[in-house]
């Protein structure tokens, strides 16, 4: 089945930055879009990111402008570059498969953290 690993968080000081990856395998990862959610500690998942097969992207308000969504479909792969990064981005982040025309179930990594300080 899909297997989504999150790499990349880490702990970082007010103003820093972070990559975080996504490698993405046991299925074909071209063929739908892929997202970036997140929760920080007592509040519910929030949308960060959207990207289509494309490239087309959706970046939430609360980080547009500081964080960039991408992929490379021959690698598998998908990322987040967070910058500019404050205390408010501290938050436990998925990685996301969105449903696609042959599947119509979602999948989740299993998180990777960021702590900003």
């Known amino acids: 089945h899909v297997q989504l690993v999150e790499s990349g968080g880490g702990s970082v000081q007010a103003g820093g930055s972070l990559r975080l990856s996504c490698q993405a395998s046991?299925?074909?990862?071209?063929?739908?879009?892929m997202a970036w959610f997140r929760q920080a500690p007592g509040k519910e998942r929030e949308f960060v990111a959207r990207?289509?097969?494309?490239?087309?992207?959706d970046t939430a308000d609360s980080v547009k402008g500081r964080f960039t969504i991408s992929r490379d479909n021959a690698q598998n792969t998908l990322t987040l570059q967070m910058t500019s990064l404050t205390a408010e981005d501290t938050a436990v982040y998925y990685c996301?498969?969105?449903?696609?025309?042959?599947?119509?179930?979602?999948?989740w990594g299993q998180g990777t953290q960021v702590t900003v300080s």
């Open positions: 996301v498969r969105d449903p696609t025309d042959s599947d119509p179930a979602n999948y």
């Open positions: 046991r299925y074909r990862f071209s063929s739908g879009c």
């Open positions: 990207i289509s097969v494309v490239g087309t992207t």
